[in-house]
């Protein structure tokens, strides 16, 4: 069993940065892939980024490429999700994933966190 807590969201203008973080407790955090999607209502959750067990593996929505930056720090048990360039169209409900492999699909996940609301202002 994993637990996932995040944190680090919040009310931002366009054009600004938000570090969402992610804290893990329960099972060996290094076994486990992590990922965060994200979600607006009345849409499918939408994988932003995925990260390896290592971390030597990342990768980015296309949505978000060039904005976003997916790391995590095992010794810290935490995953983080850099949000750089932010716009209104990143509103949405911020969920940390975790997965016995890297995290391509909701089906994937095998715990969720309870979310976090980024929501970014014109």
């Known amino acids: 069993q994993v637990q996932l807590v995040e944190s680090g969201g919040g009310l931002v203008q366009s054009g600004g940065s938000l570090r969402l973080s992610c804290a893990a407790s329960?099972?060996?955090?290094?076994?486990?892939?992590m990922g965060w999607f994200r979600q607006v209502p009345g849409k499918e959750r939408e994988l932003v980024a995925s990260i390896s067990q290592s971390g030597g593996y990342t990768a980015i929505a296309d949505s978000v490429k060039g904005r976003f930056t997916i790391s995590r720090d095992n010794a810290k048990r935490t995953v983080y999700l850099q949000m750089n360039s932010l716009k209104p169209e990143d509103t949405a409900i911020y969920y940390c994933a975790a997965s016995s492999a890297v995290v391509t699909a909701q089906y994937e996940v095998a715990y969720w966190g309870q979310g976090t609301q980024v929501t970014v202002s014109s």
């Open positions: 329960g099972r060996a955090f290094t076994t486990y892939a």
